[in-house]
DNA sequence: TATTGTTATACTCTATAACTATA
DNA sequence: TATAGTTATAGAGTATAACAATA
């Protein structure tokens, strides 16, 4: 017997956690800084709140992640524009690049990845994960909002 | 453009452990503590050291686990019969119920995932993830091998 | 009155190093 | 001398609650 459909993504999502444990190890990155610096890449500067929604997670923690990488280098709080309660999180060059660089390796996993599947499956990978994904949020955006 | 591979992957994984945590919440359990247990239910009585291997974790981590675990009924300490140094963890008779019971909603999962997958494709998919995860894992297995 | 970020506090997971009891 | 588990200590990630400044 096959072994099951789900261990097979639990075992792929182990994986990729320790490539990318891998790909910043000495840097003094961790997962969670990573994370959040990844979402600043993709949504440009932000206030500490939207990145504690973005990153789903308490507002109390971004101040962490940020005191951390703005000891590091890697961000810079400025002040919001309009709103002087708030403070504008954005990515320093060097960070900005070292994202870009990362986002490069992303591009390249997934050719190898797709490179695996036998070219007359590859299509059909494709949509099969991606109904994978969207019936698997379907699943758990409901069970969230059903009030238990 | 279709959305890459990997962020799909990641997506997933993401969602899985969005649905174990609402899964356990309330119970008292963490995912650590869980993910012990499920090798408890695979493995079988084991000592802390191979829980260690298993887990891929200090064995003073497996201690802190084991020892919250035991508190709360979840797991028994017992002597190993021929090395008096050694314990043997092994799940309580709730936990072990507890754990059956997941692997089968595990399984149920798995059916509704496939299903969401067109008939046509399944196959593919089928082939096309374990080849992805082959892949993975020796690209990851060599990575870590290397001295760097 | 509501929102933004921070201070205070606490718990979980993780690691290394030193120690005890056994092998 | 080596192994199994624990004590001691430390750091990261997370959360809630209370508070200051601003809207």
Redesign the pocket.
């Known amino acids: 017997m096959q072994p099951l459909l789900v261990d097979r993504l639990l075992q792929i999502a182990d994986l990729f956690q320790k490539d990318m444990a891998r790909a910043f190890e000495g840097t003094g990155l961790?997962?969670?800084?990573v994370h959040l610096l990844w979402v600043l890449q993709h949504a440009g500067p932000s206030?500490?709140?939207?990145l504690?929604r973005l990153?789903?997670?308490?507002?109390?923690?971004?101040?962490?992640?940020?005191d951390?990488l703005e000891g590091s280098g890697h961000v810079r709080?400025g002040p919001?524009p309009?709103?002087?309660?708030?403070?504008?999180v954005e990515l320093t060059p060097e960070a900005s690049e070292t994202m870009a660089r990362m986002q490069e390796e992303h591009a390249a996993l997934d050719e190898t990845l797709l490179g695996a599947v036998a070219p007359e499956d590859r299509a059909a990978v494709q949509r099969g994960i991606a109904a994978i994904t969207a019936h698997l949020e379907t699943l758990v955006t409901e069970a969230a909002e059903t009030p238990r």
Chains 1, 2 share one sequence.
Do not use: F, K, W, Y
């Open positions: 961790t997962p969670a800084r206030t500490q709140q939207a504690a990153c789903e997670v308490t507002p109390r923690n971004i101040t962490g992640l940020v951390a709080r919001h309009s709103d002087r309660r708030a403070v504008l």
